[in-house]
Every structure is written in structure tokens, then in C-alpha cells.
């Protein structure tokens, strides 16, 4: 029974560790994304090769600290970016206390404006804390790291609810292509399958594989290695929808949620790339072994 224990939890590791077959050498040069586990909710620290940090969300505001702890857990003691990709609660929550505790240099934001408590404790936040905000326009490009491109593929335009409003970024590094999806929609996913700039290795499934969003035609262009879903496994919207995982299990992506695995971390070093999680997901079938 013991060997069966072993031979469960080496496999695994290999599974974690090796996803894609991707090749990876450990460099001075590296870079890091990590997806934290904010529970409903989107954060993401991008620890670039040059020692910037970018913090993409905080999740809702009882997951601020949770974030706050992640970044000082990392030795981040400043932001250089902070990108708010839009005005709901599960995303700009828990920046107030992200703000009230690490020095942020600049924020982007998409400039969608809301009327809740949520997005007035958020405003007020960088006006006590004097932070330069500039509105994100669709196709700038992010000029923070040399080795690294960040391009925003969509943001507000005065017309979309919060959630078409969301800033969509590719985060590209050598030949390796990450597409944060925010929460954006398929008719969002529609005008960026005409621009046929998304192929993209690592993906992070945009409203946290909500009906509203991943439809078969753009990940099929995509095509990505790897797939990251974002959300609580008590949530209560029924997330992710069974379609997103058939439309990913399609194009055979590895799927990775931080309800199943926590805390997920990519590093790259622009030609390949492996994935480490903080949780097991085999952790209670080897307990029901035992």
C-alpha cells in the first residue's frame, strides 16, 4: 500500500512539474506569474526577469490580507505596477489593503467607473496614497521591463458593462505567451480572434469559466498548453460551467484551478516554462488509500 502512495505521488509531481513536455533551464533571467488563491476572485503577481513586480487584482476585500501576506511571503516590498482590470468587488477588493500596506508606484485602471462602497473605498485609497493612475488604452503597450511585452488587447470604452470593460493583457517573454483574460466576454473573444495576435501558451480563462465566456472558436485559436481557472469551489454561480472544460479539454489543454490546487506558479525562462502549486489534489484520494 505504501508503494502505491509513492508511485501515486511521484506521478503527480511530474504531472505538476512537466505539464507540456516543455524543456526549462533555471536562469538569473526567469520570470514568475503567480495565480494566488483569492478564493472567488482574480490575483496575479507577475515577478518580471529584471526584478519588477506587477499585481494584476487583489480578489474581493476579505482576501486582501491573504494577498498582502502572498507579496511579503515573495520579498515584495514595492509595486512598480498595479492593473486594476475592472470595478467589481472580486477584483478591486482586496487592493485597499494591498495599498494601505506596500508602496504602489502607478496604477492602471480601465478607467469603467462603479457606484458601490467597494469602488469608492478603492478610489480613495490613491488619493490618500498620491498614486499616478493613467486609464489603459486598447494596443499600448506596457514599457516596464525590456525583456518582457505586455500589450493591452482590450479596456473600456464607454460602452460595455464592467465585465467587457476588463483589461485583457498578453504577457509575452521570449516564446512563451500568456493571455489574461480578466473577466471579458465572447463578444470580446470575438473581435480578438479577427486579430489573430492571441496564440498564447498559458491562458488565464477569462470570468472564471463563466457561460459568459471561452467559446470553442477562440480557444481554438489560442490553442493554449495551459489553462488557469480562477475561482472557489463554494462558489455560488455554478463556475466553471461544464461547456469551458469541454471547449479546453477540445484543444487539450492542462487544466489548473486554484480551487483544486491553490496557489499556482509558472516560471519561464522564455523558451520553456514548468508549473508548481501549493496544493496536492491527490492528497485525499492517497488519505482513502491509507
Known amino acids: 500500500m505504501r508503494n502505491l502512495k509513492w508511485t501515486i505521488s511521484i506521478a503527480l509531481l511530474i504531472l505538476i512539474i512537466y505539464p507540456a513536455n516543455y524543456s526549462y533551464s533555471e536562469t538569473d533571467e526567469s520570470m514568475k506569474v503567480h ?71 502607478r496604477i492602471i485602471d480601465s478607467g469603467k467607473l462603479h457606484t458601490t462602497n467597494t469602488f469608492a473605498k478603492y478610489i480613495d485609497q490613491i488619493i490618500k496614497n498620491d498614486i499616478h493612475v493613467d486609464v489603459a488604452k486598447r494596443d499600448d503597450i506596457i514599457d516596464l521591463d525590456p525583456l518582457v511585452k505586455i500589450r493591452i488587447l482590450n479596456t473600456h470604452n464607454g460602452k460595455k458593462n464592467n465585465n467587457q470593460s476588463s483589461i485583457v493583457l498578453k504577457l509575452s517573454y521570449g516564446e512563451i505567451d500568456f493571455l489574461l483574460m480578466g473577466d471579458s466576454e465572447r463578444k470580446q473573444e470575438k473581435r480578438l480572434i479577427k486579430t489573430n495576435e492571441i496564440q498564447s501558451e498559458i491562458l488565464k480563462v477569462g470570468h472564471h469559466g463563466s457561460k459568459t465566456s471561452t467559446s470553442l472558436p477562440f480557444v481554438d485559436l489560442i490553442k493554449p498548453q495551459i489553462a488557469i481557472l480562477t475561482y472557489s469551489k463554494t462558489n455560488k454561480y455554478g463556475h466553471p460551467v461544464d461547456r469551458v472544460i469541454h471547449n479546453l479539454q477540445k484543444v487539450n489543454a492542462h487544466i489548473y484551478s486554484t480551487a483544486v490546487f491553490g496557489n499556482i506558479t509558472i516560471t519561464t525562462d522564455g523558451k520553456g516554462y514548468f508549473v508548481i502549486t501549493e496544493k496536492d489534489p491527490m492528497d485525499g484520494l492517497i488519505e482513502k488509500i491509507g
Do not use: R, W
Open 35 to 105: 495565480f494566488i488563491d483569492v478564493g472567488q476572485g482574480d490575483s496575479i503577481l507577475i515577478e518580471t526577469p529584471n526584478d519588477k513586480t506587477i499585481l494584476i487584482d487583489g480578489g474581493p476585500p476579505k482576501s486582501g490580507k491573504l494577498v498582502v501576506e502572498f507579496l511579503k511571503k515573495h520579498h515584495v516590498k514595492n509595486i512598480d505596477l498595479l492593473i486594476a482590470t475592472h470595478p467589481d468587488i472580486d477584483h478591486i477588493g482586496g487592493l485597499v489593503a494591498v495599498m494601505k500596506s506596500i508602496d504602489v508606484d
